[in-house]
């Protein structure tokens, strides 16, 4: 498939997507006043209104909500996937349009809306926005794994980012993008890094690009010097790619920055959590509130999963260990037993790995499906834990990681998690540190309520490397 029908298919893509929210809008308000006018559930005091007007504001508001949306980015589709994100594009969209919508309901006095019509109006679109493009991506990602506008990506890289970048586009062709192989950097590339997949070097990419039809170039090299990033820029952009650059952890320092300054001095320091202040006060408050709820109503669950175990296998239910938290201090977590008791007995601290032999039958489904972190919830109502936030870790990796992985304690500026940003990406267990450790530190630096609650959902979706 050429460039130019790719085109046409993120066209109709977006033209389709436009479509189906000006039918979602149009349902919304329509239903408003239904609810308002004809449904009697709200007492109609001073007769029926004008209907043109409503659907003269109705045309108005698709105008201005489009256009919002259209600014917002909501129509950029390439790669892309439903997000929680964008439920929160759409209502700051829908409302910026709504306040515009009423001043110029005062501006005109002849133009009479219901307050009630307007609000309703607001949340049903909400609502239909969202679900409609739920089940639009999700439509989607049935097309792309049948090889539907798919994007050929070539990874400059032959290291472990690359690595771990193409097995993720390999394990989820939902996403939009097809691996085509790797392009390797003769200065700083191992060898044993270069493989079958490996397409030619740097200084071929222009003519691999073109005989191979790439529509995508990701640059996944860490050490890869910055005029040589700007030079290969331009290769991609000439043949008409698109181009992403996958950050190191220097990178990511740079980020983190900010300038301060004593009495005229310029000072460097890090980035600080937005976890301060009344933001931590509203996290522990949901923490403790949600927890307490799950516990009461979990306690039929904890019942069945401790009869189970007793059943399965000789030693205790929970299963106790001593991790390490915020501040680096030690608490001990709570979860059910899934292992043998003599576990480690041979071995001494390990990571879990996929078809674990140390596992019991009814282990691997309480792992499989998360259920042995259920205790943890009495964690969070100690305090020692919270909902969402790095996973904790045991004294011997902290020791051992925290002398070899840039920003590896920062991860420990807050309350450790149940679940986290690296987790619901598939990073846990015996997966790479350095990338769990990136997926921490963005959690740390780039923390809202709405990032928890996203989290909190994609855990009951994501069960990659659950073993």
């Known amino acids: 498939m050429n460039k130019q029908e790719k085109m046409r298919q993120d066209l109709l893509l977006q033209v389709s997507l436009m479509l189906l929210d000006i039918i979602a809008i149009w349902i919304a308000f329509s239903l408003a006043y239904w609810i308002r006018f004809e449904a009697n559930v709200i007492p109609v005091t001073k007769g029926l209104p004008n209907l043109g007007e409503y659907l003269r504001a109705l045309i108005f508001t698709v105008i201005i909500w489009e256009t919002l949306l259209i600014y917002n980015g909501l129509y950029i589709i390439r790669g892309k996937d439903f997000s929680y994100n964008s439920v929160y594009r759409i209502a700051r969209s829908t409302l910026i349009g709504t306040i515009i919508l009423m001043a110029f309901v005062f501006i005109f006095r002849n133009l009479n809306l219901s307050r009630w019509v307007v609000f309703l109006g607001l949340i049903f679109s909400n609502i239909f926005l969202s679900l409609g493009r739920w089940a639009f991506y999700d439509i989607i990602r049935h097309f792309r794994k049948n090889g539907w506008s798919v994007y050929r990506t070539l990874i400059v890289g032959t290291g472990k980012m690359a690595k771990v970048i193409a097995d993720k586009i390999r394990n989820h062709p939902e996403s939009g993008l097809s691996f085509i192989g790797y392009i390797s950097n003769p200065i700083t590339d191992e060898n044993n890094h270069v493989n079958d997949e490996t397409m030619g070097s740097i200084y071929d990419l222009d003519k ?32 008409i790619a698109d181009f992403s650059i996958a950050p190191d952890m220097l990178e990511l320092m740079i980020n983190r920055v900010t300038v301060d300054d004593i009495y005229g001095i310029p000072l460097l320091s890090l980035k600080d959590s937005p976890l301060k202040g009344w933001k931590l006060f509203v996290k522990h408050s949901f923490d403790r509130l949600t927890s307490l709820i799950g516990v009461i109503f979990l306690i039929p669950l904890f019942l069945i999963i401790a009869i ?42 390990v990571w879990a790995k996929p078809d674990d032999p140390r596992r019991t039958k009814l282990g691997s489904l309480l792992r499989r499906y998360n259920l042995d972190e259920l205790p943890q919830l009495i964690n969070v109502l100690k305090g020692d834990m919270s909902l969402v936030g790095p996973r904790p870790e045991r004294p011997y990796f902290v020791t051992k990681f925290k002398e070899k992985i840039p920003l590896y304690m920062s991860r420990h500026r807050v309350k450790s998690g149940i679940t986290g940003w690296a987790q619901v990406n598939g990073l846990r267990g015996d997966t790479s540190i350095e990338e769990r450790t990136k997926y921490d530190v963005y959690y740390v630096e780039n923390w809202s309520f709405l990032f928890d609650l996203k989290i909190l959902l994609m855990t009951f979706i994501s069960k990659d490397n659950a073993y």
């Open 208 to 239: 691999i690009i073109i005989d191979n039809s790439i529509d995508k170039v990701i640059i996944a090299c860490p050490h890869l010097d910055r005029n040589l990033i700007f030079e290969l820029l331009l290769h991609i952009e000439k043949n």
């Open 308 to 349: 189970l175990i007793k059943l399965d296998s000789e030693g205790p239910v929970f299963y106790k260990q001593e991790r390490i938290g915020a501040d680096g201090k030690r608490f001990l977590i709570f979860k059910f037993r899934s292992m043998r008791v003599d576990a480690e007995d041979d071995t001494g601290p």
